[in-house]
T-cell receptor
Framework: DQQVKQNSPSLSVQEGRISILNCDYT??????FLWYKKYPAEGPTFLIS???IKDKNEDGRFTVFLNKSAKHLSLHIVPSQPGDSAVYFC???????????WGAGTKLIIKP | GAVVSQHPSRVICKSGTSVKIECRSL??????MFWYRQFPKQSLMLMAT?????????EQGVEKDKFLINHASLTLSTLTVTSAHPEDSSFYIC?????????????FGNGTRLTVT
């Protein structure tokens, strides 16, 4: 049973446009969510997180939106840049529990 | 800069041999480190939680006698793949959290690409 789902395995976006990556979860107990970016042959890099008490968190070009009623979160990247091409993972956690539940990832391709 | 260092980045070994992967926390002490495995086009899979000074906690389905974890110091955890087989070929990644920060994100090493021939 996948508790965290990223239903789009890949996404192609024109440079300069907005990239929207989506993530759905099933466990309403999750209280924080994170987005990681991963280049081939490298470990994931933390991008941005959001607590369940918020519905939006912004950091530069990256904004994460959380819709708890829909159990859905999304990552917006604007404007998209070629260096944003990577695999993006969303992950969910419970309190001080160290274990994160990961989505399968979405490969983002930014076209010049 | 990097806060978690992983070595080696790539290793090729023959079937039946053992391979050790090191994970170091840089400039901070990590009482807990995490070992992940990633198969192509799949998500990160948590293998085990490495606890300094005590036994590692393994996830269901992960053979503890095959994937030996040692966390002998507050800055170093090692994963040893024993009697490696071709199906153990994968990308192994370690991670740790900065201490003292609630819900701080995991910081990952750059991973180790293991190929068993």
């Amino acid at each position: 049973d996948q508790q965290v789902k990223q239903n789009s395995p890949s996404l192609s976006v024109q440079e300069g446009r907005i990239s929207i990556l989506n993530c759905d979860y099933t466990n309403s107990m999750f209280d924080y969510f994170l987005w990681y970016k991963k280049y081939p042959a490298e470990g994931p890099t933390f991008l941005i997180s959001i607590s369940s008490i918020k519905d939006k968190n912004e950091d530069g070009r990256f904004t994460v939106f959380l819709n708890k009623s829909a159990k859905h979160l999304s990552l917006h990247i604007v404007p998209s840049q070629p260096g944003d091409s990577a695999v993006y993972f969303c992950a969910a956690g419970l309190g001080s529990n160290y274990q994160l539940i990961w989505g399968a990832g979405t490969k983002l391709i930014i076209k010049p | 800069g990097a806060v978690v260092s992983q070595h080696p980045s790539r290793v090729i070994c023959k079937s039946g041999t053992s391979v050790k992967i090191e994970c170091r926390s840089l400039d901070f002490q990590a009482t807990t480190m995490f070992w992940y495995r990633q198969f192509p086009k799949q998500s990160l899979m948590l293998m085990a939680t490495s606890n300094e000074g005590s036994k590692a906690t393994y996830e269901q389905g992960v053979e503890k006698d095959k994937f030996l974890i040692n966390h002998a110091s507050l800055t170093l955890s090692t994963l040893t793949v024993t009697s490696a087989h071709p199906e153990d070929s994968s990308f192994y990644i370690c991670s740790a959290r900065l201490p003292g920060v609630e819900n701080s994100p995991l910081h990952f090493g750059n991973g180790t690409r293991l190929t068993v021939t």
